[in-house]
């Protein structure tokens, strides 16, 4: 079996502070995927059953068939996600990996949580949809923010969006499917893109935004899901709206 690293970032953070937000759940619930009813437990029920080698900072996601490995780098720590298999495997190679891509959100939640917001709770939007038809534009062009795709990383960025907000911030990261941009107005919280290309179960495509605030009060936070579901709901087919 060949290992594989899917997923390589590093966080401006010591190793022991990311070992701890990786390896306890309480902790996880800050960064980990987006708020929905069962995530605590969830979260309890994967990490349980998990295999933690804490001399080496190794933690194996079970089920699933990868492992956390982390290694420290003065007072940054690199967090890698490995997978095992076999060598030649072709499907390994230029598909869209839904895990894989999971993966790469997380860890970007994770390294904004504990470089900008250590501590503090969070609350998520999370969207998921399919192209209604063949054409439609894919979801950082729905919105408005197409440009963003060839701003640098590290760059400031000032946007209306199709919601009908005003976006200010920095673009966070990119990847060939994903685009990451801080948003002053989330309360200096996180928007992740991931744009998915056609599937069998998308035919014309689609993708998934993960809105991140912090600070957001329960008024505010409420007109953004509204304002954010509605317009996903008139752009896509529906497959999930979270909370």
Do not use: C
């Not at 390589?8 to 009813?37: C, H, M, S």
């Not at 893109?193 to 009060?217: A, C, Q």
């Amino acid at each position: 079996m060949a290992d594989r690293v899917i997923v390589e970032i590093l966080v401006a953070a010591p190793i022991e502070t990311v070992w701890k937000a990786v390896k306890d759940p309480a902790e996880a619930r800050r960064w980990f995927g987006w708020d929905y009813p069962n995530l605590a437990d969830d979260l309890v029920g994967m990490w349980s059953g998990n295999r933690a080698d804490d001399e080496n900072h190794v933690l194996h996601a079970d089920p699933m068939p990868d492992r956390f490995k982390l290694e420290a780098l003065g007072a940054h720590t690199i967090v890698r996600i490995i997978r095992s298999a076999p060598a030649e495997d072709p499907s390994w190679h230029g598909i869209y990996d839904d895990l894989a891509e999971g993966w790469l959100t997380f860890m970007q939640q994770l390294k904004f949580a504990l470089e900008r917001h250590p501590g503090e709770e969070r609350r998520t939007i999370f969207l998921n949809g399919r192209a209604k038809q063949a054409g439609d534009p894919d979801p950082i062009t729905a919105l408005g923010l197409a440009k963003l795709w060839v701003t640098p990383v590290g760059e400031a960025y000032d946007a209306k969006m199709s919601t009908g907000e005003h976006a200010n911030g920095i673009v966070w990261y990119r990847s060939g499917n994903q685009l990451g941009l801080t948003v002053k107005g989330f309360g200096d919280g996180l928007l992740i893109f991931n744009v998915r290309p056609k599937t069998e179960k998308s035919l014309h495509g689609g993708g998934t935004i993960t809105l991140t605030t912090y600070g957001v009060d329960d008024a505010t936070f409420q007109q953004m899901r509204q304002r954010w579901s509605e317009w996903w709901s008139r752009t896509y087919e529906v497959i999930e709206i979270q909370p």
